[in-house]
């Protein structure tokens, strides 16, 4: 027989009562019933339960075990008897009598508990994350994750792509986050960079040729943590390809996700229509670049409405340049109840409140309720009823001012409005392309015009559409977004060396400072580079929301806590004096 198991802690069925087998794994679950014990014992398959009396030379022993000790049974195994079948376990209808018993490991008292649900603080799941990642819905989700790895490498496979390695060490190139910078010892005083993504070394490949790419590849980023964001490191799925259209990537990618959301919904519905929405629009009707479709709810400019009007907040401000009104519709929000919770809501957001207008039964038909409605009289409160296609029962809430100083809360607003009103459909994954990126946007106050976005896309109409206004200059850049959270991100590239100068020309950077900072790139493109796009999707999200969480902690083996901190394995920690010595460096404090 194997030194430690001859079955998991799963395989064992009615079809092997009788025989002698030898388990390992960890206690569950202890419970003594007078003389008998009984023991889950677990391991990475699932549960077996065991059972232990006063006759089994084992019972002192197995009496001193506890929860988390790791231990190895040999013993017989018995059909339960019929009403203690446990049809909920795949072993459920047998228990294994204990005749031998060996202590693997002991287990101290535990700083938190694997079995039942109890809920710990992050610092202490985070601490002894390896006690954490023992108990079942960690389980779940660490193989959730590998599977799904497994799956998105073959479905790239199929589609003819190879995945080729880039390098983990390399040169700092700033790609919108902070870099992590890494001392050379051999170069004293100069530094190598962890890649913010392999974007660089992705396109290097294309002209060298290669046509199709793909990796599951390590980023690093030194940013500010989110629910949906490391402060650290994450894994994308990366791809480019050569000789493609904007089209090619998207008819690329969708097969791939739509494959692993139906591989591992649960069942849930995944969409098969991936509508392509302009940022412009996205903004408007969503309030965000990655708008949850789940959620019927379009906003509206409802500006011509109160030129003018008795609302004098609003009439003022449209008189402003930049402004206007945007509507939320709220269908089956006509109650001056939810109305006050909403607008307490804007105010919790920092905004003096939300204008709001319901639609009620009155002595003569429907009527229109609220300040705002009184404000502004029956025939505009009409106009404005029509034109968001409401009724009785329903209500509409306004925003107003430049649209980038309120989109974000006007954004969230209808999220909590989709929610409270049951409009958002649930056991959905509803998918669509943000597309026409600007690439520039006017600093408010220099007035000054840098990148709003990547600077490697190539412009909508080439060098022709960088000799006008910057502002209204559109790149080939593409964000997929899926129930509020962004996917993926990508582009089709800037290949051409004279584009790539006069984009980042108008942006302020002189020829010199892009071969500089973009060397590598600037020169391969003298060589021949083909036209080519791609794009990385996040695997941490993506699992996130397959296995219904909300934070990306919940799916990542280590993650660091929301300062940067690996409490387990105490990162950042100080540096010695030798090798801060061998490195050249010295650390000044901060006061």
């Known amino acids: 027989m194997h030194a430690y198991r001859s079955h998991t802690c799963a395989d064992l069925t009615a079809a092997n009562v009788g025989e ?13 019933h007078g003389g008998v014990l009984f023991i889950d014992l677990r391991d990475h398959y699932g549960v077996t339960q065991v059972l232990c009396d006063g006759d089994s030379a084992a019972f002192s022993a197995l009496e001193k075990v506890r929860s988390e000790w790791c231990i190895r049974i040999d013993g017989t195994v018995k059909a339960r008897d019929a009403e203690l079948v446990n049809p909920k376990l795949p072993t459920g209808e047998i228990e294994v009598y204990v005749r031998e018993l060996e202590v693997l490991g002991a287990a101290e008292e535990l700083p938190l508990m694997v079995f039942g649900d109890q809920e710990y603080p992050e610092e202490t799941r985070l601490r002894y994350r390896y006690l954490d990642l023992r108990r079942e819905a960690m389980q779940r989700n660490m193989a959730l994750r590998s599977d799904v790895v497994a799956s998105m490498r073959r479905r790239m496979w199929d589609q003819g792509f190879r995945e080729y390695q880039t390098p983990i060490i390399t040169a700092s190139s700033p790609e919108g986050a902070r870099d992590f910078l890494v001392p050379s010892r051999l170069h004293p005083g100069k530094f190598y960079a962890l890649p913010q993504a392999p974007q660089q070394f992705k396109q290097l490949i294309m002209v060298s040729g290669f046509d199709k790419y793909f990796q599951i590849a390590p980023c690093f980023r030194d940013e500010d943590p989110r629910a949906d964001r490391s402060p650290t490191d994450f894994y994308q799925l990366d791809l480019e390809m050569s000789f493609v259209t904007q089209q090619d990537v998207f008819d690329t990618i969708q097969p791939v996700l739509t494959g692993i959301f139906e591989e591992f919904g649960g069942g849930r519905k995944v969409d098969k229509v991936w509508p392509q929405i302009s940022y412009k629009d996205a903004a408007l009707w969503y309030g965000t670049d990655k708008p949850d479709l789940r959620n019927p709810i379009k906003m509206q400019v409802v500006s011509d409405h109160f030129r003018g009007s008795g609302f004098a907040i609003f009439a003022k401000l449209l008189e402003q340049e930049g402004t206007e009104i945007r509507a939320i519709p ?18 919790k957001e920092g905004l003096p409140g939300m204008g709001y207008i319901f639609w009620r039964e009155g002595e003569n038909g429907m009527e229109a309720a609220g ?11 009409e106009a404005i009823r029509l034109q968001l296609g409401l009724g009785k029962g329903d209500a509409a809430f306004f925003l107003g001012g430049k649209p980038k100083a309120f989109e974000k809360v006007a954004g969230k607003a209808r999220d909590v409005i989709g929610e409270e009103l049951g409009l958002t459909e649930k056991d959905r994954f509803a998918f669509a392309w943000i597309v026409d990126f600007p690439i520039y946007e006017k600093d408010e106050e220099t007035g000054e015009i840098d990148f709003e976005h990547n600077p490697f896309s190539m412009p909508q109409g080439g060098m022709e559409a960088l ?5 209204e200059v559109k790149g080939y850049q593409y964000d997929l977004a899926c129930n509020g959270y962004e996917l993926v991100s990508g582009a089709i590239r800037n290949h051409k060396p004279e584009i790539m100068l006069k984009a980042f020309e108008l942006a302020g950077y002189g020829e010199e400072e892009v071969k500089s900072r973009f ?8 060589y021949g580079a083909p036209p080519h796009g791609g794009c990385a999707a996040g695997i941490d999200r993506i699992v996130m929301l397959l296995a219904d969480e909300a934070n990306i902690r919940e799916v990542m083996m ?21 090798q801060l010595m061998e490195l050249g460096l010295r650390v000044i404090p901060q006061d």
């Open 20 to 32: 002698t087998v030898r388990l390992s794994g960890w206690v569950h679950r202890v419970r003594d």
């Open 330 to 347: 709220a269908p089956g929000g006509g109650s001056r109840k939810f109305c006050d919770r909403m607008n307490a809501f804007a105010q």
């Open 371 to 381: 300040p705002l409605a009184k404000n502004i009289g029956p025939e505009r409160t």
């Open 467 to 471: 000799q006008g206004d910057p502002l």
């Open 519 to 526: 060397g590598a790139l600037f020169n391969a493109f003298h």
């Open 558 to 578: 280590f993650p660091m806590n929301q300062r940067a901190e690996d409490l387990m394995m105490q990162a950042p920690s100080d540096p010695t004096s030798d």
